[in-house]
């Protein structure tokens, strides 16, 4: 039984009793979160609290506001306050190593959801293989390009994350695995910096843009960009459906209602998804697991595999990408 | 009749009472200790009502967050009681810390670097051009934070342009000098000598039974650590130059009135310049406490609402906002009941944007209060 059950409403007080079993009492979770400032976030956000709390756990919520050193303090408040564990959205990889390490050698359990620490081999470590589902991703809009532009280079452009995050670091060099193989057919791709900020995104792609009025195909480190992208593209008349002429191919990560939509609509191509609710509940399960055998230093990695959603299968797949599932809900008419 | 004098008898066997109650409620307005007063009443009142307050971890955990905060506040009291305010010390901490950790890393990953404008010149695969050299990265802070200062201090002195709209203008350009530098990325690998001079722990307690074999890591708390040790160094160096030397005087006349304090021949200028360097050089040895214990240089530390706690505390300690008056004693007890107000908001479970609230409310509280303390200061003459 899995999380998205739960928020589909068909089985949430089954999954949240399945997940409580386990646990003989019941603990008090600090969970330390950076902020909520995406749709993953906040989708990731909820089912990790109301799954705990239907469960009968106490929850202790600490959002550091992308403040790596109040987000050290908040968990060291949590230690203090003698919580059972922890789980930790840290705000970029190296803080994490820290927070990972003041946690274990106080004896208290720590998992990290979706964000790795630098150092993989302390803590449970719950991470998507960023580099395969971008590479998965790319390599379908890349496939498309090819065929579509076959007299010309393709000119490329490549929303980069904060590289402090291993997860903008295998984004990218997902993109750059999927085009690799296609040598001289690909120009050197633009590089946009984001550092994971919307207006900092959105000022570096109007002047890309702008220098590079030519652009094949923009791929998004992570899908709450779009709405920057079409911000940037839409005034100049670059913002086009598939099958339209003018369209530019277009891909992202993480799965979320927006990315869900737009490829419905035909603006987006392909999307790689994390399994946000395999994610969510592989966290909760490992950290209640550690607390229930008395383990002070888990140290453990789970991988998502995940996969890309295209325009070609989400038709069949649709449901197995979270954002759909919220989209199925009404998330973006609320 | 009989009525009308008794009631005129007895307002005037109130009036001494309500004088005494007056003068009273002033001299504990008007007292260095207020705000010690203060955090201890409001530690008082809550501990019933959390018991993990007073707790050993929680008290370790208390003295380790006000450290680093502390030693960036100092700076603050100096500035402000000279009439001026820093609004670039967070910039001047993140600044700092990327500048040592280029210099002093012992490793980096060019995967995360590479692209860095000072890859391949300040720092390769194998490190800093100072790998381990803990020392010349401190200098080399020192030295970056102190001209950032002097930039402020001289355009502010000799140019008469706002301290507000200078150390803007700082904060905006030397954090953006700091993430162009390492294009927003982190720098990992510090020497361990350094990531102990905010981590390291000299003396710690155990309240536990004494017939276990092992005592677990937390049960034990740190009571005096190194980042303890250079602030309360640092504390009484600068309590000794603010309250027993010349120039302390200089800085309380200079912002108390600039005009006055130039007729009388104080060295205004210098005495200017001479704060805001020294406030560059408190943010400074923060940033070696922050980064130690993130165990990272941060071209963004010191960046959000980091401000808004050295400026809050500085100012709920009774460092006026309008110059002329200031404590270093005031700013640790606005530092312990800035802390200790953080503390027990997350205690309270509040959520984030709650606790942000609460504590502009404070500020806006501490600065009401200042307001009263120097209309009382007036009248009691």
Known sequence: MTIRTMLLGTAGAAFALALAAPAAQAATICFAFQDLETEFWVAGHQAITETLTEAGHTVIERNAQEDANRQLEQVRDCIAQGVDGIILIPQDGESATTIVAEAQDNDVPIAVFNRPPSDLSRGIVVVADNEEIARQAVEFVAAEALEQIPDRPIQSLILVGNLGDPNAVGRRDGFYAALEPHGDRFATPIEVATQWDAATALANLEAAVTANPQIDLIFTSSDFLFPTIRSVLEPRGMWVPRGEDGHILMAGLDGDATACQLIKDGYVDATGVQDLYFEAESAMNAILAAIEAGETQPNEVIEDPGFALTSENIGEREMDMWGCVLLAEGFLER | ?381
Not at chain 2, 71 to 87: E, K, N, P, R, S
Request: net charge positive; proline share 4%.
């Open chain 2, 1 to 381: 009749m009989t009525a009308t004098t008794e009631a005129q008898a007895g307002t005037g066997l109130l009036r001494p009472q309500t004088g005494r109650i007056r003068r009273a409620a002033a001299r504990v307005l008007l007292s260095d200790h207020f705000v010690l007063w203060l955090s201890l009443g409001y530690f008082l009142v809550l501990l019933p009502f959390l018991p993990t307050l007073g707790t050993p971890a929680n008290l370790a955990n208390l003295l380790s967050n006000a450290w680093p905060l502390l030693v960036v506040a100092l700076g603050q009291t100096f500035v402000m009681t000279a009439g001026g305010i820093d609004l670039s010390q967070g910039a001047v901490i993140g600044l700092t810390s990327t500048v040592a950790a280029a210099l002093i890393a012992t490793a980096a990953p060019p995967e995360v670097l590479g692209r860095a404008p000072i890859w391949g010149t300040l720092i390769a695969e194998e490190g800093g051009i100072f790998a381990g050299q803990v020392w010349v990265g401190i200098l080399a802070m020192l030295a970056v934070g102190a001209l950032v200062g002097l930039v402020n201090g001289t355009l502010v002195a000799l140019l008469r342009m706002p301290p507000f709209m200078v150390t803007l203008v700082a904060m905006m350009t030397v954090s953006a000098f700091a993430i162009w530098l390492t294009q927003s990325e982190n720098i990992r690998n510090l020497p361990e000598g350094y990531v102990q001079l905010g981590k390291g722990q000299i003396v710690s307690v155990y309240f536990g039974p004494q017939d276990r074999p092992e005592i677990p890591r937390r049960e034990l708390h740190a009571v005096i650590g190194q980042a303890a040790l250079i602030a309360v160094a640092l504390t009484l160096a600068l309590h000794w130059l603010l309250e027993r030397t010349a120039f302390g005087r200089q800085v309380v006349a200079v912002g108390a009135n600039r005009r006055a304090a130039e007729i009388a021949g104080v060295p205004v200028r210098r005495v200017i310049v001479l704060v805001f360097v020294l406030s560059a050089l408190c943010a400074t040895v923060g940033a070696i406490l922050y980064s130690a214990r993130l165990e990272a240089g941060r071209p963004t530390l010191g960046e959000g609402t980091f401000l808004l706690d050295v400026i809050g505390a500085t100012v709920i300690g009774g460092t006026s906002l309008f110059g002329g008056k200031g404590k270093i004693l005031w700013t640790v007890w606005g530092v312990l009941f800035f802390v200790l107000l953080s503390n027990t908001l997350n205690m309270m479970n509040l959520s984030a944007f709650h606790i942000d609230m609460v504590k502009g409310a404070v500020i806006l509280a501490a600065a009401l209060l200042d307001v009263a303390r120097n209309r009382l200061a007036r009248s009691t003459g």
